[in-house]
Nanobody, 120 residues
Framework: QVQLVESGGGLVQPGGSLRLSCAAS????????MGWYRQAPGKERELVARITSGGSTNYADSVKGRFTISRDNAKNTVFLQMNSLKPEDTAVYYC??????????????WGQGTQVTVSS
């Protein structure tokens, strides 16, 4: 069974930064695409960023130029560096693992989520 554990969320002022981490259990982490999604109150879950096993990345338009997804295969961890945060980035952020090296199918596994609140 794959477990994904997020950390790094919290309260930050507008314009600030946070770095989310997601530690994955299980073997063969490096062969799977990973992603970050978020869900704000009253809204549907949406894609934030994702990364293939080869390191190619894909971002939502709303976060391009501000967020960066990366992975450390030696540590079975994926990161989301969030800069220039805005109040509209407030949401629960979820880590996900896809079923293969890219994004052909929806994610197969989800973490429990970590709250990010951007407010002054």
């Amino acid at each position: 069974q794959v477990q994904l554990v997020e950390s790094g969320g919290g309260l930050v002022q507008p314009g600030g930064s946070l770095r989310l981490s997601c530690a994955a259990s299980g073997s063969l982490f490096s062969i799977f695409a990973m992603g970050w999604y978020r869900q704000a109150p009253g809204k549907e879950r949406e894609l934030v960023a994702r990364i293939t096993s080869g390191g190619s990345t894909n971002y939502a338009d709303s976060v391009k130029g501000r967020f960066t997804i990366s992975r450390d295969n030696a540590k079975n961890t994926v990161f989301l560096q969030m800069n220039s945060l805005k109040p509209e980035d407030t949401a629960v952020y979820y880590c996900s693992r896809y079923s293969g090296p890219s994004y052909i199918s929806p994610p197969s596994y989800w973490g429990q989520g970590t709250q990010v609140t951007v407010s002054s």
